[in-house]
């Protein structure tokens, strides 16, 4: 994260006695990128958070298990409008494509999860419908509908939904960040950024909660592991650092316009190891004289493209089956662009006067081709690679 930040109680200098009311040691606890090189932060706990007391393999879900490579290759649709609600925000995530960089599922439940700690890699859930509270070791977050929650690697942290709640969820073996190009060598955002530090929000107090024996899923390359804490983690009375959740509305996302059609990296949102997230929002359409406001026909030789289209009316893709809940997947070995009798569409609505775009998408680029879930398989539309031909 670019920017340091304090909640709570903490001592003036790091890693000196810090005591509490009854006199004994609070518990330290550096949550630290890349071996002591990168942003960490520091957290102050009540009990040790190193006591566990029982540890227990676990299975994982089935829908989150297979993978198979995409063959024959083809551009897929997935109606994730066709999946019924299960599970909760961790247990219920179906796979709908991934590779060793990445993994993107999706998630429909009103259950609360349980305790979680995925540390693989970063998360980055995207909220498109419903209201969920974020609790963690850090603090509490509300999220919404839009809302991106970027998860740093290791956090526990549990999801407590309020009603039904919808989410496009990333996976990253990895690190999630802002794009590079956006932040000064000092990891301020800089002026030409689509976005800014005012428009991040993060836990603004601890979150104490009591409890022993206490359960926390762990998710490692090694698989899934249960562990059980003597005391809550929930137990952090203040930390300071530049690392930690935050969540990031889609609608605070400035979008750049050109006189003609501008290419996917300046809808960029955030960064992976091998993967970019972008987020397509509403926007004044192309506006030299001649533009096509939509997009060209395109291959991008290194990269397979998944689109999680979230609301709007998806001028490009009329035809096609597409709708709101829609994960298309280009692949990389296609051609794809706009559907038939689009692009000629899309200049005959700017001449009666159409001047803004309404469609909403997440996107993630890969830099290595994405398998298939078994999940995005059950509710594939079988007849979408083939709508170009009609």
């Not at 920017?3 to 109680?9: A, D, I, S």
């Not at 995207?126 to 690697?153: C, H, K, M, Q």
Request: hydrophobic share 35%; with cysteine; charged share 20%.
């Amino acid at each position: 994260m670019p920017y340091y930040r304090v909640v709570g109680e903490i001592p003036r200098k790091r890693h000196v006695q810090f005591r509490r009311p009854d006199g004994g040691l609070y518990a330290e606890e550096l949550m630290g990128e890349e071996g002591f090189s990168s942003d960490s932060s520091l957290l102050y706990h009540r009990y040790l958070p190193t006591a566990i007391i029982k540890a227990e393999a676990v299975e994982p879900p089935a829908s989150s298990a297979t993978l198979t490579p995409n063959l024959p290759l083809s551009p897929r649709h997935f109606r994730t409008q066709d999946l019924p609600p299960g599970g909760d925000l961790v247990s219920g995530r179906g796979l709908l494509a991934g590779n060793a960089d990445v993994r993107m599922s999706y998630a429909a439940t009103e259950t609360p999860s349980e305790l979680y700690r995925n540390s693989m890699g970063d998360e980055c859930v995207y909220i498109a419908s419903g209201r969920v509270t974020f609790e963690s070791t850090y603090g509490a977050l509300e999220a919404g509908e839009g809302d991106y929650v970027v998860v740093p690697t290791g956090t526990i942290h549990r999801w407590v939904p309020q009603g039904r709640v919808t989410a496009f969820v990333i996976e990253a073996a990895g690190h999630i960040r802002p794009p590079k190009r956006y932040l000064s060598q000092y990891g301020q955002f800089l002026e030409h950024a689509p976005y800014s530090e005012r428009d991040l929000r993060t836990p603004q107090e601890p979150m104490l909660a009591e409890g022993e024996e206490v359960p926390v899923l762990v998710r490692t390359r090694g698989g899934l592991t249960r562990l059980v804490y003597r005391n809550h983690p929930f137990d952090v009375v203040g930390w300071d650092g530049c690392l930690y959740p935050y969540a990031f509305n889609i609608s605070d996302f400035e979008p750049v316009v050109k006189r003609t059609h501008a290419p996917p990296p300046v809808h960029q949102t955030f960064e992976g190891p091998n993967f970019v997230v972008c987020s397509f929002c509403p926007r004044p359409l192309d506006f030299h004289p001649e533009a096509i406001p939509i997009p060209y026909n395109h291959h991008n030789v290194d990269s397979d493209e998944l689109m999680f289209y979230a609301g709007g009316d998806y001028t490009a893709r009329r035809g096609s089956g597409i709708d709101v809940g829609s994960i298309s997947l280009h692949p990389a070995g296609f051609t794809h662009g706009p559907q038939p009798g689009a692009v000629e569409a899309s200049v005959e609505a700017v001449r009666q006067g159409h001047t803004q775009t309404s469609e909403l998408a997440v996107m993630v680029d890969t830099f290595r081709p994405l398998d298939l879930g078994s999940t995005g398989l059950s509710v594939e539309d079988p007849a979408y690679a083939w709508t170009w031909a009609r």
